[in-house]
């Protein structure tokens, strides 16, 4: 597929009117484009970096969490399509749960990842809540603490190569990849400015903050779930994020080449 094949079906798919995406919608279109022989063809057209690349290196970068959030497709407002570099590094920080600005959806290109999703629940586990902001694209994200809450584990589910997910805005998860996984994750039109995100804690959190995060998934820290609905607890202190820094060309560029090769293009 060339690049603006995938974009006019962004366009076509995700639509143009006052009413967002469906999640649904958002899950078809990524798991089309994710297809290697629909993905493989784009990203190697991406990757000779004569389209665009200014404007995507600047907004591609080393998430805190230690993946690589390289964007393929720029959009806003109406999408920001990436690709996600998950290293499987040892000892790589676990995601705090969290929801985001707008419906997202994701595919497993290679390796798996587990998807956790929860709710609000009285006799769930306890938790510190922040509402997250951002000064602009590409600026600091603003964490503030506006209040406690408890959350009880709704569903877990692995995603292999090949599988898609789509999820609302305010549908709070999170994501756990304990391997080398690479997925191909779809922003659509933004329907609130804040997100919200929950940090389990055993002591005491500080009452206000301020983090840099790279892009819609902000940096977390939260210990990772067990079955049950139970959760391991972790820190809700956190030292703050380093700011974000673009990757560089060879960089964004290379990791373009690897993945088109590996999809055999």
């Not at 569903?155 to 292999?160: K, L, R």
Request: proline share 8%.
């Amino acid at each position: 597929m060339q690049v603006e094949e995938a974009r006019r079906l962004l366009v076509e798919r995700l639509g143009g009117g006052p009413e967002p995406p469906s999640p649904e919608s958002a899950r078809e279109v990524i798991a089309q484009l994710a297809h290697p022989d629909t993905l493989g063809p784009l990203v190697r057209r991406l990757s000779v970096g004569d389209l665009e690349l200014a404007e995507c290196i600047r907004l591609s970068y080393r998430h805190v969490l230690g993946f690589d959030k390289l964007l393929l497709l720029p959009g806003a407002p109406r999408f920001m399509l990436r690709v996600h570099f998950w290293h499987g590094t040892a000892g790589a920080v676990s995601e705090d749960i969290h929801n985001h600005r707008c419906a997202i959806a994701s595919a497993v290109v290679r390796g798996r990842v587990r998807m956790e999703c929860y709710e609000p629940a009285a006799d769930g586990v306890p938790a510190v809540a922040y509402r997250e902001s951002i000064d602009g694209p590409g600026g600091a994200w603003r964490l503030r603490r506006v209040g406690e809450g408890r959350l009880r584990l709704l569903h877990s589910e692995q995603y292999g190569a090949g599988r898609s997910y789509g999820l609302a805005a305010r549908t709070l998860h999170r994501v756990v990849s304990e391997e080398p996984t690479v997925t191909l994750f779809l922003e659509t039109a933004p329907q609130r400015s804040v997100t919200d995100v929950y940090v389990r804690s055993r002591g005491r959190v500080r009452d206000s903050g301020s983090v840099l995060h790279s892009g819609d998934d902000p940096g977390r820290t939260g210990g990772p779930a067990r079955g049950g609905g139970e959760v391991r607890a972790g820190r809700a202190g956190r030292a703050d994020p380093p700011p974000k820094t673009p990757l560089p060309p060879a960089v964004y560029l290379a990791e373009l080449d690897a993945l088109a090769g590996s999809l055999g293009y």
